[in-house]
């Protein structure tokens, strides 16, 4: 039986021609990463949080968006940039999730190019 208020939830994002930015939660642990389909191949995975009792993250919770170039794919939790993923440069930020009231990422060279 799964502990209350522990969910498993994948949602997504398509990206680039034939890429995904997916966010996963496996009732453990919450990721980021991108996703090719047709390759079935994972790359670029960007851990987020270790669920805890002070962290209930569910899935109406996290959107995963892509900036408007399409280079940077990122997770919003509670409505805070989490983690992003820039293609262009291989670069990969997080501010790490412990509680709601962790701070977003706020670096405006990061969150450049987002609709948030």
């Keep these: 039986m799964e502990p209350q208020g522990v969910s498993e939830f994948v949602t997504e994002a398509v990206g680039p021609p034939g890429l995904f930015g997916v966010f996963e939660d496996d ?34 919770d996290v959107r995963v968006v892509w900036s408007n170039e399409l280079t940077k794919c990122g997770v919003l939790i ?9 293609l262009a440069t291989g670069q990969e930020g997080r501010v790490w999730l412990e509680s709601r ?5 706020g670096d405006a060279e990061w969150l450049k190019g987002f609709p948030i």
């Design 27 to 60: 009732g453990e642990t919450g990721y980021l990463y991108l996703y090719e389909p047709g390759g079935r191949e994972l790359f670029n995975h960007l851990h987020i949080y270790d669920r805890s009792p002070s962290l209930p993250v569910q899935e109406q």
């Design 101 to 105: 009231n962790t701070p977003g990422i």
């Design 78 to 86: 509670w409505g805070k940039m989490r983690g992003i993923i820039n």
